[in-house]
């Protein structure tokens, strides 16, 4: 399986991005997923992740109410929306296939995508 997101880029202060995850390969509909991001000189930490069929959503605390994960599997796509951005939210945002366990933890994950580059500035 791999894994590529895309949709980064530069954003002031407030606005939004939306990042996208594609999976080819031998792909199945049935995976959870996960948004990490990593800053410059940071520990990779979670974002938010989704179970396979969308219908629940784990988010850690300091994006609730911002970012909203989503996922299309007849395209095998994950979504990413972020709303109201702040430079803090500036990282390499990756995505990645749960394996079990607890959903923030990165050793729970697997095929990692290569990242896509957010950067927050005015």
């Known amino acids: 399986v791999q894994l590529q997101a895309s949709g980064g880029g530069l954003v002031q202060p407030g606005g939004s991005l939306t990042l996208s995850c594609a999976a080819s390969?031998?792909?199945?509909?049935?995976?959870?997923m996960g948004w990490f991001r990593q800053a410059p000189g940071k520990e990779r930490e979670f974002v938010v992740a989704?179970?396979?069929?969308?219908?629940?959503?784990y988010s850690a605390d300091f994006v609730k109410g911002r970012f909203t994960i989503s996922r299309d599997n007849a395209k095998n796509t994950v979504f990413l929306q972020m709303n109201s951005l702040r430079p803090e939210d500036t990282a390499v945002y990756f995505c990645?296939?749960?394996?079990?366990?607890?959903?923030?933890?990165?050793?729970?994950?697997?095929?990692w995508g290569q990242g896509t580059q957010v950067t927050v500035s005015s």
């Open positions: 989704i179970n396979w069929s969308g219908g629940r959503t």
């Open positions: 390969g031998r792909t199945s509909s049935r995976y959870d």
């Open positions: 990645a296939i749960y394996t079990g366990g607890s959903y923030s933890y990165t050793g729970n994950y697997a095929y």
